[in-house]
Nanobody
Framework: QVQLVESGGGLVQAGGSLRLSCAAS????????MGWYRQAPGKQRELVAD???????NYADSVKGRFTISRDNAKKTVYLQMNGLKPEDTAVYYC???????????WGQGTQVTVSS
């Protein structure tokens, strides 16, 4: 089993910055993908950004140029640096990890990000 602990959410004014962190622990053979999704009220959960074991990174078009994802393999931690935050970035952000030879997916408990205008 893999446990994910998120931190770094909060309330910020438009134009501000936040940094999310997600640390993985437990029985981890390999981590194939680490990333972040978000879900705003009344909307579906959507990919924000992810980073694969080979280094390939994907960003949602809406966050390109503002958000930066990175990972520390030794610490089994993924980060999301969010700059230039907009009210439409308000959502619960979930850490997402895909691990092992069977690509099993795990989710964090979610952290609230609120951007005021």
């Amino acid at each position: 089993q893999v446990q994910l602990v998120e931190s770094g959410g909060g309330l910020v004014q438009a134009g501000g910055s936040l940094r999310l962190s997600c640390a993985a622990s437990g029985t981890i053979v390999s981590i194939n993908v680490m990333g972040w999704y978000r879900q705003a009220p009344g909307k579906q959960r959507e990919l924000v950004a992810d980073i694969r074991s080979g280094g390939r990174i994907n960003y949602a078009d809406s966050v390109k140029g503002r958000f930066t994802i990175s990972r520390d393999n030794a610490k089994k931690t993924v980060y999301l640096q969010m700059n230039g935050l907009k009210p439409e970035d308000t959502a619960v952000y979930y850490c997402h990890v895909v691990s092992g030879i069977y690509d099993r997916a795990y989710w964090g408990q979610g952290t609230q990000v609120t951007v005021s205008s």
